[in-house]
Nanobody, 124 residues
């Protein structure tokens, strides 16, 4: 199983970026897919996740600015990031799991599958 993230880059504050993550080797249509991020010197933190029913859940820091979505037919998950802030600068990772329960989705340690990460840099 592989997760391949793409779409990172440089954006100005207030700008937008869209991240994509393609899964291969196994269908995640019955699983959970989402995004985490890690800034230098900080722990990996939850950003957003799509639940099995397609519902999105967000960290408070990105709520109203980011939108997570998925295409089950294509085995992909996306993260549309609007109104970017310098504090959003981090390496973003896509993650997936089959067994996770809703109350545990915020903790990166509960995910079995990870992409390689894509850098997002927001300048002020």
């Amino acid at each position: 199983v592989q997760l391949q993230a793409s779409g990172g880059g440089l954006a100005q504050a207030g700008g937008s970026l869209r991240l994509s993550c393609a899964a291969s080797g196994r269908s995640f249509s019955n699983g959970v897919m989402g995004w985490f991020r890690q800034a230098p010197g900080k722990d990996r933190e939850f950003v957003a996740v799509t639940w099995r029913d397609g519902r999105g859940y967000y960290a408070d820091s990105v709520k109203g600015r980011f939108t997570v979505s998925r295409d089950k037919a294509k085995n992909m998950v996306y993260l549309q990031m609007n109104s970017l802030e310098p504090e959003d600068t981090a390496v973003y990772y896509c993650a997936a799991d089959f067994r996770i329960i809703l109350s545990s989705t915020w903790n990166w340690r509960n995910y079995d599958y990870w992409g390689q990460g894509t850098q997002v840099t927001v300048s002020s």
